[in-house]
């Protein structure tokens, strides 16, 4: 049985725990995350080769005019901040994301954000980034950097709002896991001894 990571809510506003997870893809055996309280809120199939990544986080504000979302060739997730905006891919198609709603990228997607209305909005992009790369632009590294497995894998973002002394618990994963808290704070609990907020 493989372990699990459990958060726990230690503030009255909701705190809202994402877990970027990257799981082995096979048609004969896929092991999704335990949902239990927790939902995926996006996931992607992606192929890359084996080098050394790391999780990076970045915000990228939009307004009235679209702004580009930097992807290269690091796959990952957008997620809807502040506001409501509209992600545009290559080809047209738009996906609104307001707050907690989340849309899979893949390397080379050629995506623009804007906001909804008149008032500004802003996205948090997820990325799994070469660690090697010399220009991550306003991506902090969130994380050791890791060995990418290679091949195609599953990379699922699993997203949760708890309230104070509330628990969910997230499946590990081949790779290291990416915890994002966007409101609140929370307790990461990867054994009996050991807990980080």
Same mark, same amino acid.
């Given at each position: 049985m493989r372990p699990r990571y459990l958060l726990t809510g230690l503030v009255l506003a909701p705190a809202v725990a994402l877990g970027g997870l990257v799981h082995q893809s096979a048609a004969s055996q896929s092991t999704p995350p335990d949902p239990g309280h927790a939902q995926v809120i996006a996931h992607?199939?992606? $192929?890359?080769d084996d080098d050394s990544r790391v999780w990076t986080v970045?915000?990228?504000?939009?307004?009235?005019? =679209?702004?580009?979302? =930097?992807?290269? /060739? $690091? =796959?990952?997730? +957008?997620?809807?901040?502040?506001?409501?905006?509209?992600?545009?891919?290559?080809?047209?198609?738009?996906?609104?994301?307001?707050?907690?709603?989340?849309?899979? +990228?893949?390397?080379? /997607?050629?995506?623009?954000?804007?906001?909804?209305?008149?008032d500004t909005a802003s996205v948090s992009l997820l990325t799994l980034a070469r660690a090697e790369s010399n220009d991550l632009g306003a991506a902090l590294g969130a994380g050791e950097t890791f060995a990418f497995p290679g091949g195609s894998r599953d990379i699922e973002l699993v997203g949760d709002c708890l309230t104070e002394g509330e628990t969910t618990r997230i499946a590990a994963s /081949?790779? =290291?896991?990416l915890v994002l808290v966007t409101v609140g704070s929370v307790a990461v609990e990867m054994d009996a001894d050991d807990a980080e907020t």
């Open positions: 992607a199939v992606i $192929a890359l970045s915000t990228i504000e939009a307004g009235e005019h =679209p702004t580009d979302v =930097p992807i290269d /060739d $690091a =796959p990952g997730f +957008v997620l809807g901040a502040d506001g409501a905006a509209v992600v545009r891919d290559g080809t047209g198609v738009r996906t609104r994301l307001a707050g907690g709603e989340a849309l899979a +990228v893949r390397r080379d /997607d050629q995506l623009t954000v804007r906001a909804t209305g008149a /081949d790779a =290291p896991i």
